[in-house]
């Protein structure tokens, strides 16, 4: 929602990219928590699947704005 709001084109880019690396830092946290917690790996293990989902996304919109910064 935060980029959606942005101020600007250039606004939008570094939320985008903010988002990028809080989802890669939830990455990081959650594989912790399955080394620590073995018993909730299934748990994990799904929410993992959505940060890689998220992260797909959000790499996405960040190629995309690199094109479209190249076209003009």
């Known amino acids: 929602m935060e980029a959606n709001n942005a ?3 250039k606004d939008f880019r570094n ?3 903010i988002c990028k ?3 890669q830092e939830t990455k990081h946290w959650l ?3 399955k080394t620590s917690e073995p018993g909730y790996d ?3 293990e799904l929410l993992l699947n959505e ?3 998220l992260l797909k996304i959000f790499q ?3 190629q995309t704005l690199e094109l479209n ?3 003009q």
């Open 42 to 44: 299934y748990k994990i």
């Open 7 to 9: 101020s600007s084109r």
């Open 60 to 62: 996405k919109i960040t």
């Open 21 to 23: 690396k809080e989802t």
């Open 15 to 17: 939320k985008i990219y």
């Open 69 to 71: 910064d190249r076209k």
């Open 31 to 33: 594989r912790m928590l």
């Open 51 to 53: 940060v890689q989902q």
